[in-house]
């Protein structure tokens, strides 16, 4: 009664930091794209990806936008490096109550990278063609995933088990299932 073997496509954006030089381009062509209509307004504080910037230091770090969560984490550290602070939501790409990253400005609504899902399909995110110095690149890989069993086995396997048992010691078993969850 196994499931079905299906294949479907992973896509990622992979990020090399070491490339980034925070020209914000990835931010403006996302707030662009996902505006409504496309491309009629440009504001970064709507785009689900973001530069974490320490000019001084030479530091440009790209976060997409993730899961939304609806309470803030708790037992957050501060690292303090070369006496200067970090919190560790610098680079959490969670939108969550702690604070504005990742919220659309006018509404609070979270905002959450779709990879521009779009119709037709991109060839690659608007993000990434629009990183000129490869900071960010596209990748797709093939996963195989076990589809669940349709309805119609799953009836045909209990009524497999109701007649070899009889219907009555099969709830009286799921029953005590139910009560030990
Ligand atoms: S932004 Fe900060 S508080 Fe919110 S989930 Fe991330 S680390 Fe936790
Ligand atoms: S993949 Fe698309 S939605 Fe996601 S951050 Fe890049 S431009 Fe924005
Ligand atoms: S477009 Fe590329 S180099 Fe510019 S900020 Fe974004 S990730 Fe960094």
Not at 7 to 29: L, M, Q, S, T
Not at 109 to 138: F, G, I, N, S
Not at 147 to 161: F, G, H, K, T
């Amino acid at each position: 009664m196994n499931g079905e073997k299906k294949k479907r496509i992973i896509k990622n954006i992979k990020i090399d930091v070491n490339k980034c030089h925070g020209c914000r381009a990835c931010e403006v062509a996302c707030a662009a794209f996902h505006s409504k209509p496309k491309y009629s307004s440009v504001n970064p504080a709507r785009s689900r990806i973001r530069i974490v910037k320490d000019e001084l230091n030479n530091i440009f770090f790209p976060i997409r936008a993730g899961a939304y969560t609806k309470s803030e984490c708790t037992g957050r550290q501060t690292y303090v490096i070369d006496g200067k602070d970090y919190g560790a939501c610098n680079l959490c790409n969670v939108s969550c109550p702690a604070r504005d990253m990742f919220k659309e400005p006018d509404s609070g609504l979270p905002l959450r990278c779709d990879m521009c899902e779009d119709d037709p399909t991109l060839k690659e995110p608007v993000c990434v063609q629009w990183c000129l110095v490869d900071a960010l690149t596209y990748e797709e890989r093939e996963e195989e995933y076990e589809e669940s069993p349709p309805i119609e086995d799953m009836e045909i396997a209990l009524d497999d088990v109701v007649q070899k048992y009889g219907l009555d010691k099969v709830l009286d078993g799921l029953a005590r299932i139910t009560k030990k969850s």
